[in-house]
Nanobody
């Protein structure tokens, strides 16, 4: 089985920084695109940033210049460095990874359990 474990969330003041991590483990043959989503209370889940297998990145307009997504393929981990945090960035952040499991045909999508980020003074 494949598991995604997130860490790094917490409470931070406006203007502060946090670094989220999402580590995948289990019977993984290969990793493809990796993404971070977030969901604020009462709102739909939205894409924050994505990084493909060639390390190409895409960001939502509301985080451009403030957040950086990166990956470590050897550790099967995706990161989200969040700087200049604003109260509007508050929410539960989820990682999402496309991968192939050993012995399983086809690409599968897995989600982390979510980590709470709260930006408040």
């Amino acid at each position: 089985q494949v598991q995604l474990v997130e860490s790094g969330g917490g409470l931070v003041q406006p203007g502060g920084s946090l670094r989220l991590s999402c580590a995948a483990s289990g019977s993984i043959a290969s990793i493809y695109s990796m993404r971070w989503y977030r969901q604020a209370p009462g709102k739909q889940r939205e894409l924050v940033a994505a990084i493909n297998s060639g390390a190409g990145t895409n960001y939502a307009d509301f985080v451009k210049g403030r957040f950086t997504i990166s990956r470590d393929n050897a550790k099967i981990t995706v990161y989200l460095q969040m700087n200049s945090l604003e109260p509007e960035d508050t929410g539960v952040y989820y990682c999402n990874i496309d991968l192939r499991e050993i012995g399983v045909v086809g690409l599968q999508e897995f989600w982390g359990q979510g980590t709470q980020v709260t930006v408040s003074s």
